[in-house]
C-alpha cells in the first residue's frame, strides 16, 4: 500500500487552482462593491473585503486541517456529523437570531455569526456519500431510497422552518446524486413536471391546466400506449396530479412567506414593482447591461460604486462583475464554473470507493445548483431566494462551508490509490 510523502502528496492542482481563481475573483469584486474612499486598505477589518480576508485566512487553516486528518475520518463519522449537523439547526430555531426575516443565524457578537445550514449541507452530503456507498445498498430497493429521501428531508424541512426558502431548495439537488446511483429518470422528469405544473397554474387558471393535463392524458392512453398495460399506475398519477394542481393555490398562500410570494409574482410577471421587490433585480440587470463588453473597469462601475444594488457584495455579486468586467469578464466566470464542475465530476468517476464517487456528485450538484440560482437571479431568469456565488459572495459561513466540501473531496482524491 503506497503511503503520500506528505498532505500536499497527489493532491489535483487543476481543482485547487480553481479554487485559488474563484476566491481571488471575489475579493476583487468584493472591494469593489464595498469600495469606501475613507477605508481603500484592502486589509481593513471594519470593512467586508477586510473580513472576507480573514475567512479567505481561516480557509486555509482548515483546508490543511483537512489534509492533515486521515481520509476515512469523514466516512468513519459521517454519520455523528449529520447529527450534529441536525442538533444544531434543531438549537437554532430556538436560539437563531431574526435576519431578514429567517431564523437561521447564530451570533457570537457583532461581527461573527455563523449559518448551520451551511454546515447541514457538508453533512448531509457526507452521510449520503456513506449510506449510498455501503456494500449491499441498492437504489433499486424502496427502502434504500426511502431512507435517503428522509436523510435529505430532515435537515431540508428545520431549514424550512427557519424561513430559508431558497437554501431549503438546494437540498433538491442531491437527486442528481441519486439519480447517478441508480433512481430511476422518471422520477427526475417528474419533479420537472411539477414544477413546470406549478408554475403555470400560479400563471393561468387551475382549470385550464386541469384539461390540458386531461387532454395529454388522452392522446397519451389511447394514441401512445396502446398496449393498455398499468393502466390502474397510470390512473393513480393522473388523479395525483390532479391532486397536486389544485393544491398549488394552498402550497402558495400558506407555506411561503409574503416576500417569497412577492418575489415569484415580479419573477413570473405578474406584477411590476421596480420599487420594491423587483427593485434589486432590476438595478442587477442595469449594471450587468451597463457593462457592455469589456466593463467599464476595476472601480468604474456606476451602479456598483453608489451602490444602487442592494447586496451586491454577497448575494448580488455577479452583477459587479457584469457591470466592471463586462461580458467577457462574466463569461470567463461562467465558463471556470463549466470546467470547475466538469473536473469534480471527472475526479468522481476516477474514485476507487464509492464514498468518494457519490461525494464528490454531491459536491458538483450543490456547487451546479447555487450557480445556475444564483446568476439566474442577478439576471431575472430566477426568483430572488437568497443564496450565494460558491466561493466568490462575501460571506464567512459560505466560504468556509464550500471550502470544506471542496477540500474534502480533494482528500478523498488524494487518498484513492491506498483503497483497495
Known sequence: MRQPKNIFSNLDWPLVGMYVFFILVGWIN????AYNEEHKNVFDFSQEYGKQFMWIAISIVLILLVLILDAKFFSTFAYYIYIIAIAVLIVTLFIGSDVNGSRSWIYFSDSVRFQPLELAKFATNLVLAKFLGDIGVRMQDISTRLKAFVFIAIPA???LFQNETGSMLVFASFIFVMYREGLSGNILILGFALIVLFIFTLLIDKLIVVG???LAAIVFFFLINRSRKNILLYLFIYFLTIGFVFSVNGIY???????QKKRIDVFLGKVTDIKDKGYNVNQSKIAIGSGGLFGKGFLNGT???????????????????GEEWGFVGSGIVVVMYVLLLLRILFVAERQRSSFSRIYGYGLASIIFFHVMI?????????PVVGIPLPFVSYGGSSMLSFTVLLFVFIKQDANRMQVL
Do not use: R, W
Not at 303 to 321: A, G, H, L, N, R
Open 253 to 259: 398562500e400558506n407555506v411561503l412567506q409574503t416576500h
Open 157 to 159: 424541512v428545520l431549514i
Open 30 to 33: 468584493i472591494y469593489a462593491a
Open 303 to 321: 451602479q456598483t460604486k453608489y451602490k444602487f444594488v442592494p447586496e451586491q457584495y454577497s448575494d448580488f455579486i455577479f452583477c459587479t462583475i
Open 374 to 382: 444564483n446568476i439566474g437571479m442577478t439576471i431575472g431568469l430566477a
Open 212 to 214: 390540458f393535463i386531461t
